[in-house]
């Protein structure tokens, strides 16, 4: 007697998920946007960095898509490792999810902020997409390279950093103080600056508008990783402060990042 064959299981997702992604992440932008510039209540984290309404909807369609899509990949996301805890050990494919970076900006009413979603498998950033509700702009990962589209629509193109040479474009962030910024001068040879807030420098470097961003600083994994898979597909690269790798799933690091310095052609 014979048996039917198995359903054959799904291809795991790859680089090429990153559309799917931002379908997500722009669904998820468009529940926060009606908030932005909104009289919203701000609360401190255990950390004493701001919170809001649109950080916590966002994520909740975040997790709920991505549990829906996905349902065998766990999900590590910032609003709920900051109420729950992050885990003490992570599986080697996961979604890293930021649901609103750039808060700040969002609270004073600044479009730089962005829907971030990434899939690390192996410790790296393979598929990403990262969502500007207030500029409506949406870039993400594709099969051999990345891509960007307007928010909302289908038809997207293709983005690559752009080639190096003289005066780099230096993204730094507004807070940055200027004994920091004549250090980062000195060290990396730029004069020309611009201020951003969020991991929309690292897709500005992917489309070929700024060249270098040093963050000598902490980040959280999932401030970046969705915006590294972008840029890198993009040609560029997001090395720590050694010229090694960055990586991920650092859970007994509390999934921190030391510094970073994103460029796009060298």
Not at 34 to 48: C, G, H, T
Not at 61 to 73: G, Q, T, V, Y
Not at 193 to 212: V, Y
């Amino acid at each position: 007697m014979t048996h039917p064959a198995a359903p054959a299981a799904p291809p795991a997702p790859d680089a090429s998920c990153g559309a799917m992604l931002a379908d997500i992440a722009e669904e998820a932008g468009r529940r926060i946007l009606p908030l932005w510039r909104a009289d919203l209540r701000v609360e401190s984290k255990a950390d004493s960095s701001p919170v809001t309404e649109a950080d916590r909807l966002a994520e909740t369609l975040i997790l709920e898509r991505l549990a829906a899509s996905f349902p065998e990949i766990p999900v590590v996301s910032e609003e709920y490792a900051s109420a729950h805890g992050a885990p003490e050990r992570i599986g080697a494919r996961f979604f890293l999810v930021d649901p609103l970076d750039g808060t700040k900006a969002f609270i004073r009413q600044d479009p730089n902020f962005t829907v971030n979603i990434a899939l690390v498998v192996d410790g790296a950033p393979v598929a990403g997409a990262v969502v500007a509700p207030a500029s409506g702009e949406s870039w993400f990962t594709v099969q051999g390279g990345a891509a960007k589209r307007r928010v909302g629509e289908t038809l997207s193109a293709p983005v690559r950093v752009r080639p190096a040479g003289g005066d780099p474009l230096t993204l730094i962030s507004h807070t940055m103080k200027p004994e920091t910024l004549e250090a980062l001068k000195a060290q990396y040879g730029f004069t020309r600056t611009l201020a951003l807030d969020s991991s929309i420098k690292l897709c500005r470097i992917a489309e070929g508008k700024a060249d270098l961003y040093p963050r000598h600083g902490p980040t959280m994994e999932w401030d970046i990783a969705a915006a590294q898979a972008v840029l890198e597909a993009a040609g560029g690269t997001v090395l720590t402060l050694d010229g090694a790798p960055l990586r991920y799933g650092k859970a007994d690091q509390g999934f921190r990042n030391p510094g970073f310095v994103a460029r796009g052609r060298s």
